[in-house]
């Protein structure tokens, strides 16, 4: 047998296996894409379910041994009303 013909040999077999292994595995994931999917989604399903059973965590209250800039801070003071915009937004006389 020459080299040529071994070469060929060689690759026709290596072709035949190539797509036998392609055809193989995709018979294999189409054989499991059914099951793995109602797995799926009977486990998000579950996940989901468990979630809104959590209960809620209602912070700390004890600031005592944190750090300040950990702590709460004071509410912000309001802010001046924008004199230019009288003339585009009505609003409601303030009385002081």
């Not at 999917?37 to 009977?42: D, F, P």
Request: aromatic share 12%.
């Amino acid at each position: 047998m020459s080299a040529e013909a071994f070469l060929a040999a060689e690759y026709g077999v290596q072709a035949i296996f190539e797509k036998a292994d392609a055809h193989f595995f995709d018979e294999y994931i189409e054989s499991k894409k059914h099951e793995m999917t109602a797995k799926r989604v009977i486990t998000f399903l579950s996940q989901s379910a468990q979630l809104g059973y959590l209960p809620g965590d209602p912070g700390e209250d004890d600031y005592d041994g944190v750090s300040p800039e950990w702590k709460q801070e004071d509410e912000p003071v309001p802010a001046q009303i924008d004199l230019w915009t009288r003339s585009f937004i009505p609003s409601k006389p303030q009385s002081r």
